[in-house]
């Protein structure tokens, strides 16, 4: 059963607008969330994250929004580039884990049209 | 930031027999983490390589199938044993960033194939 779930394999957006990505978690004890992003022949590369005791943290024109209550987050694009077409993966540890153990979704392909 | 190689890159191999695969650190760092991402699903921890002590494997995965070596602090191979078309993956290492918690920096991966 999957833990983290990101139900859109796929988004697509107009350079400029906003991009939405979203996921979803079920176990409580997960404390920390990260968002990775992969080019295709790449390994992950991390982009943001928040701990649980936050529900916004933002880096330029990255933001993620936590809703613990829900057990959801999201992550906005604005705005939205070309270059961050990629596939977004939602990930999330709990304290109480090994430390490698990343629990992740499936990700989510973004194609930012010019 | 690491700098973390793989090979090989991808491979093509027959149903039982093995392939190891190596991931190179420009750093010495004291863990090493080795990943599995079956198609369509999402990555999966296979086990944490610690120089000198026997791997951490997770659950569901054990170590007559994927034996880890970690002889040094830059260098860890992943063997993925008696193969069959279910070990078809993109194998990643990663090693922790020091910086954030969880933060992990990933190699470019190995895409395997078994037929």
């Not at chain 1, 590369?45 to 943290?57: E, H, M, V, W, Y």
């Not at chain 2, 093509?12 to 198609?39: A, E, H, K, N």
């Not at chain 2, 120089?51 to 191979?77: C, H, M, W």
């Amino acid at each position: 059963d999957q833990q983290v779930k990101q139900n859109s394999p796929s988004l697509s957006v107009q350079e400029g607008r906003i991009s939405i990505l979203n996921c979803d978690y079920t176990n409580s004890m997960f404390d920390y969330f990260l968002w990775y992003k992969k080019y295709p022949a790449e390994g992950p590369t991390f982009l943001i994250s928040i701990s649980s005791i936050k529900d916004k943290n933002e880096d330029g024109r990255f933001t993620v929004f936590l809703n613990k209550s829900a057990k959801h987050l999201s992550l906005h694009i604005v705005p939205s580039q070309p270059g961050d077409s990629a596939v977004y993966f939602c990930a999330a540890s709990g304290s109480g884990g090994s430390q490698g153990n990343l629990i992740f979704g499936k990700g989510t392909k973004l194609s930012v049209k010019p | 930031s690491a700098v973390i190689s793989q090979k090989p890159s991808r491979d093509i191999c027959q149903r039982g027999t093995s392939l190891t695969i190596q991931c190179q650190v420009d750093s010495q760092v004291t863990m090493m983490f080795w990943y599995r991402q079956q198609p369509g699903q999402s990555l999966t921890l296979i086990a944490t390589a610690n120089q000198g002590s026997e791997a951490t494997y997770e659950s569901g995965f054990v170590i007559d199938k994927f034996p880890i070596s970690r002889p040094n602090l830059t260098f860890s191979t992943l063997t993925v044993s008696n193969m069959s078309p279910e070990d078809s993956s993109i194998y990643l290492c990663s090693v922790p960033s020091g910086l954030k918690r969880n933060e992990q920096f990933f190699g470019p991966g190995t895409r395997l194939t078994v037929l």
